[in-house]
């Protein structure tokens, strides 16, 4: 397994530029299953969770080519022909329960196994059944595998989540596009990618309004083209490199960082001691001095902030002025990161979904162990200010939502490396 090896280096400075969104991109390709016509996405990220799903695609029949360095994923719904994502698909990639919804709304039947847990959760899917059961399919669990179907078709219905779900949501959407009827969906995810979702399928002819609010409507349709569909922006690549500089100092801009993507934790930074300017190209982020200021951070459903960068902003707050307490909402394992930085000599206490973080001078370089995707890149982030050397072990976890991560950090002066393993 590989490892990344990063040296504290002082000041950052020069420009990174943002992929495309992995989580965007992950609910893109499989509704490329609704549709026999073809489904082009540009500024696709290169990243292996991008390979996973491609993979599982595949498994079902339908052509996916990955053109221009893989940037570009040309795929057709037309060639499906098996119903069934395999367990050992499906158990690497918990997005692998998003062709459930497409399948279901496209050929009235799906065999999609359960994904089973994950480091950060249980991560269940009964949202995603009652929104399938809502548009009138039967969903039955057997031997580790959601049995649903819909043999007369799927009918519009009322989706109203006891909570808000991005992935059942996507789901829900994607299969009303294709439901007799009228769907309305309550409690809606309000995610970017959702709306990037919507108008993906509004390209392919579905009929959608709502999105980006609580409440999405949809008028089903007897079937759906084909499009081409550029990937919005990476949300959350872009906050993880935003925290660079105002961890170590100097100035970065974010090539093609949109802050109303971000608004949340762009607030955030400010209260820091962060200053995040909109350019013309993109996002330019300074720390107004030396210090960074203790803030307290919740983590919430779009529009709050997102809790995919609370890992990497407890990085930050790691050597702020002061005590600053996270709240993680959202997941119930989600500090996993906790125990390796307080190897780098933070001081961090986890209280359950509370970590208290009280700030230190510097941070030591040590070996530490990635857990999870996030965890491992605010491990990174640590280490660029950290004294000395810091070696980030299990770095597959790194590669599943970051895509060169080494070239995009040596290009604003970071001394990294990634050292081959066995
Ligand atoms: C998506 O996961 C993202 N993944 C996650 O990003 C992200 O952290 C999460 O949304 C929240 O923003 C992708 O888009 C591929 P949820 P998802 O359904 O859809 C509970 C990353 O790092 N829940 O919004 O699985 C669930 O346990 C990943 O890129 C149910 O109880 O998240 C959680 O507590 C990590 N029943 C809460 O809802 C369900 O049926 C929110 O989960 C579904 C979810």
Redesign the pocket.
Known sequence: MDSILVTGNGALSGQIPIAGA??AC??LMPAAILSDDPLTLTNAPRLSDIKTMTTLLESLGLEVASLQNGKVLAMSGRGANNLRADYDIVRKM??SILVLGPLLARHGRAEVSLPGGCA?????????QRAMEALGAELELRDGYLHASAPNGLKGGIIDFP??????TENALMAATLAKGTTEIRNA?R?P?IVDLAHCLRAMGAQISGEGTSTITIQGVDSLGGATHPVVTDR?ELGTYMLAPAITGGEVELLGGRRDLLAAFCDKLDEAGVDVTQTNTGLKVKRRSDHIKAVNVTTE?FPGF???LQAQMMAMLCTADGESVLEET??ENRFMHAPELNRMGAKIDVQGGTAKVTGVTRLKGAPVMATD??ASVSLILAGLAADGDTKVARVYHLDR?YEKVVTKLRGVGALIERIKGD
Do not use: C, Q, W, Y
């Not at 950060?120 to 995603?128: M, T």
């Not at 909570?163 to 059942?168: E, F, L, R, T």
């Open positions: 992995k989580n992950l609910t918990r997005a950060i959760g249980a991560r269940p899917v009964d949202l995603h909570i808000v779900s991005v992935g059942a995810a995610e990618e959350i459903p997102p809790t995919d959202i997941f995707l996030r939502g």
